[in-house]
């Protein structure tokens, strides 16, 4: 009895000391699962650098993909258009299924399969939104049939489960992250300008704004996120975080060009802008596609304006191998909120390098070529992206 008592004794602990070190060692690897993120946030130690773009065409070259790596950046943003499902030959395919054709065309790519194997060997994240043309319909919004099953091809090749609003039977791509770069917080915000859009308004006469006819779409109404995104997006812009960047697949800032933008619906651009603002939301940089075009965008701090008490920038990136070439007509378009000179239309990507540190960082806001060199640069104090009292 005595006997049979000492040895239940001696299995009992040792069960006890069995399953606490298998606690303690699950503890120690999810603190290694969380180094290995700091760490992969910011290989780069002396000047860590986020990459971004957009307008990828599968079926091309993509030497891009050579110029980022060699810039070793702690993240890769697609920013929309990652693939194109809807021209082509894929426009004779059947849908939805030419959709997922797309991504797996670009999957075996020999170009981004060698960044892709970058990515993974060196730890490196990457996010994504989509715009119209991965989406699977150019132009397209709440109206598209296919946009369940796009969404489950965005989630098979962007190793995604599910987004903020749910799996796959759940409408909609939008979705946060944190990445820790050195001792800065940065938030990405990858909106969904699409799965709840409503129409454009075209105009009866194509001359009202050549060459889409696309004119504002006034009705109060008309959304570009829906209710539920707005409600995500509020609650988000009052988490923590020292750099905010809101990832949308169209242009944010300016307003004249004739092709898609936010202001073509002013009602919910103007509701972005006095979200930042009831927020009280720092280091908002927007990011952004579509365009076939780069460029800096500078909306100025304005006391007459629902917006922050703040400079607001975007950045453009577009494309990564299919900008429009310099001869093209939108070289000559007008952005009055443009921060250099003229746009980019050469293919490119865009970078954002964080230097120095404390209160002296600044954010170096960039359109780099495909061979990684800096074309247009725009330099921001971070200091300065603050609401006053905050």
């Known amino acids: 009895m005595e006997s049979t008592a000492i040895k239940s004794r001696l299995l009992a602990v040792t069960m006890l000391l069995i399953t606490t070190l298998t606690i303690a060692g699950c503890s120690q690897q ?20 986020l990459a ?3 307008c990828l065409r599968q079926w091309q070259p993509q030497p891009v993909w050579q110029g980022i790596v060699d810039l070793k950046p702690a993240a890769f943003i697609f920013s929309g258009d990652n693939v194109y499902t809807d021209v082509g030959a894929y426009a004779r395919q059947p849908e939805p299924e030419r959709i997922a054709q797309a991504y797996e065309d670009l999957a075996n790519a020999p170009d981004y399969r060698k960044f892709r194997q970058y990515a993974q060997h060196n730890a490196m994240p990457i996010y994504a939104t989509w715009d119209d043309h991965d989406y699977g319909k150019n132009d397209g919004g709440a109206e598209y049939p296919h946009k369940l099953a796009s969404k489950q091809a965005f989630l098979n090749f962007f190793d995604l489960e599910k987004t903020a609003s749910g799996g796959a039977h759940e409408a909609g791509i939008y979705h946060s992250d944190i990445l820790l770069i050195g001792d800065l917080r940065v938030q990405l915000l990858l909106l969904d300008t699409r799965s709840f859009r409503s129409p454009l308004r075209k105009s009866a006469n194509k001359s009202d704004c050549p060459p889409t006819g696309t004119v504002a779409n006034t009705d109060p109404q008309a959304t570009i996120l829906g209710s539920e995104q707005w409600q995500w997006l509020e609650h988000e812009l009052q988490q923590a975080a020292d750099v905010r960047l809101v990832v949308s697949g169209i242009q944010v800032i300016p307003t004249e060009h004739c092709f898609e933008k936010w202001a073509n619906f002013p009602h ?28 800096i965008s500078l909306l100025p701090a304005s006391a007459k304006t629902e917006t922050p008490d703040y400079p607001l920038y975007e950045i453009t990136a577009s494309g990564l191998n299919s900008a429009m070439g310099l001869l093209a007509l939108a070289r000559q378009e007008t952005n009055s909120y443009r921060a250099h000179s003229s746009n980019v239309s ?15 960082i600044e954010l170096r806001l960039q359109i780099r070529n495909a061979q990684a060199r800096i074309v247009q640069q725009s330099i921001v104090k971070l200091d300065k992206l603050k609401t006053e009292g905050r």
């Open 30 to 49: 999810r603190r290694e699962n969380e180094q290995e993120k700091i760490i992969a946030a910011a290989p780069n130690a002396a000047n860590p650098i």
């Open 52 to 54: 971004f773009g957009s």
């Open 268 to 295: 919910e651009r103007q509701k972005l802008f006095a979200l930042l603002k009831k927020t009280a939301a720092n280091g908002v940089i927007f990011i952004s596609g579509d365009r076939h075009l780069a460029e």
């Open 346 to 360: 050469a293919d490119n990507f865009g970078a954002i390098e964080f230097v120095g540190q404390g209160e002296n």
